[in-house]
């Protein structure tokens, strides 16, 4: 996530509708510049536990990923 305030309530809103009820949903801040964006952040992960919201310094796509990995508290498996 970075600065998309724009469309993110309803990215929000679309996994919110899902039927599957078992997931983790890590959102990476990746140093979003606007306080108007980390609020609303912080304001849709507080409406389910299973959002997690991180704060980071702005780094490339791939750090961003890496951290949300590190936080994930579920196990992962790749597929191909």
């Known amino acids: 996530y970075y600065n998309a305030k724009r469309h993110f ?40 536990c299973r959002i997690k919201v991180i704060h980071k310094e702005n780094g490339e796509p791939a750090s961003a990923r890496n951290a949300a990995i590190r936080e994930s508290k579920t196990e992962i498996r790749f597929t191909f």
């Open 9 to 48: 309530e309803q990215t929000y809103n679309s996994v919110m509708n899902q039927t599957f009820p078992y997931f983790e949903w890590i959102i990476i801040n990746d140093g979003s510049t606007d306080e108007g964006e980390v609020e609303l952040l912080e304001r849709l992960a507080s409406t389910d």
